[in-house]
């Protein structure tokens, strides 16, 4: 009896560790995305165009994890299968990130990250719509907040950035909620999410990097070659902390303490952007601001959680 004591005890030791480390490893994750607005501005500042910013983020952090593909001996070849679907998944990432860089651009980089962050919400809406799932009254009621978050923030004197075209920003910055959640949705639909994890992800990574490469040659004629010792501590800070560690850690939680909890902690991710944002970009939060950032980061829990619950 007491053996069976023990051994329970060190069991559940265990899973304590393990659930603290599933979520030091998903605040790390959501905390180190929550960089990528100033990263990303002080390249734009620096003279950077938006697909040099982006051809250095995706290359960075595709030879880092080709790196660590071929150190673990992991395989990169892919079926025809897989090809199709890794290329249609790695367009709409490409297009996540230059839309969500044009909300940077343009509007309040905190704002633009809390639209972004609403992709769950979009996901929830297209799968009730186009694709029949339960019209739940939870899931309504999310959307419409999520709209009355979004209106708010539009609506507040937070938005606005000094040469920034708001109209614009808020466009892109919606069209990449609407991307990203399109992403999510081919990928589970087409099965892509069984692909081996670090082989998919070091796909997508080099293809967004070929793609933003071909677009400095043909926006440009040329991609920017960076010399300044601090302009490529901010490529390394976006292509690895913001970009390779956020990637990374966000795995190890997923694994640790499931997809739902995850999830829910995802919210440091704008709230990080949102203060760094007040602290070093001198944007301004004013209270309907403030209100439309709090009712997207409920709606956004409130779908993650009712989704977890279905599923049950």
């Known amino acids: 009896m007491n053996e069976?004591?023990?051994?329970?005890?060190?069991?559940?030791?265990?899973?304590?560790?393990?659930?603290?480390?599933?979520?030091?490893?998903?605040?790390?994750?959501?905390?180190?995305?929550?960089?990528?607005?100033?990263?990303?501005?002080?390249?734009?500042?620096?003279?950077?165009?938006?697909?040099?910013?982006?051809?250095?983020?995706?290359?960075?952090?595709?030879a880092v994890l080709m790196a660590y593909a071929f150190y673990r001996n992991k395989t990169l070849r892919i079926s025809r299968d897989e090809a199709w679907k890794i290329i249609l998944l790695s367009i709409l990432r490409a297009v996540t990130s230059i839309t969500l860089l044009y909300g940077y651009a343009n509007i309040s980089s905190g704002i633009a990250s809390t639209?972004?962050?609403?992709?769950?919400?979009?996901?929830?809406?297209?799968?009730?719509?186009?694709?029949?799932?339960n019209k739940s009254k939870l899931n309504i009621l999310a959307v419409i907040l999520a709209i009355l978050g979004v209106y708010l923030m539009a609506s507040g004197d937070g938005l606005r950035v000094p040469g920034g075209n708001t109209a614009l920003g808020l466009t892109c910055s919606i069209i990449s909620a609407f991307t990203y959640a399109a992403y999510f949705i081919v990928m589970k639909r087409s099965n892509a999410d069984k692909i081996e994890a670090v082989k998919f992800?070091?796909?997508?990574?080099?293809?967004?990097?070929?793609?933003?490469?071909?677009?400095?040659?043909?926006?440009?004629?040329?991609?920017?070659?960076?010399?300044?010792?601090?302009?490529?501590?901010?490529?390394?800070?976006?292509?690895?902390?913001?970009?390779?560690?956020?990637?990374?850690?966000?795995?190890?939680?997923?694994?640790?303490?499931?997809?739902?909890l995850t999830s829910i902690l995802g919210a440091l991710q704008p709230l990080t952007a949102v203060l760094l944002g007040v602290l070093f970009l001198d944007e301004h939060l004013g209270p309907k601001t403030i209100i439309g950032i709090i009712l997207i980061l409920v709606t956004v829990s409130i779908i993650v959680l009712n989704q977890n619950s279905s599923s049950r």
């Open 115 to 133: 639209i972004n962050f609403m992709y769950p919400v979009v996901v929830t809406a297209c799968m009730m719509l186009f694709f029949g799932e």
């Open 201 to 260: 992800t070091t796909w997508i990574m080099m293809l967004s990097a070929a793609y933003f490469i071909a677009g400095c040659f043909i926006s440009d004629g040329k991609i920017t070659l960076v010399t300044n010792p601090i302009h490529w501590l901010y490529i390394l800070g976006l292509g690895l902390w913001a970009t390779m560690v956020s990637n990374f850690t966000g795995v190890k939680a997923v694994r640790r303490i499931g997809p739902t």
């Open 4 to 62: 069976m004591s023990t051994a329970h005890a060190k069991y559940e030791k265990k899973k304590r560790r393990i659930r603290a480390n599933g979520i030091f490893y998903a605040a790390i994750s959501s905390a180190s995305f929550g960089f990528s607005p100033v990263f990303t501005i002080a390249l734009l500042v620096a003279g950077l165009s938006s697909f040099d910013t982006l051809a250095y983020r995706w290359s960075t952090a595709a």
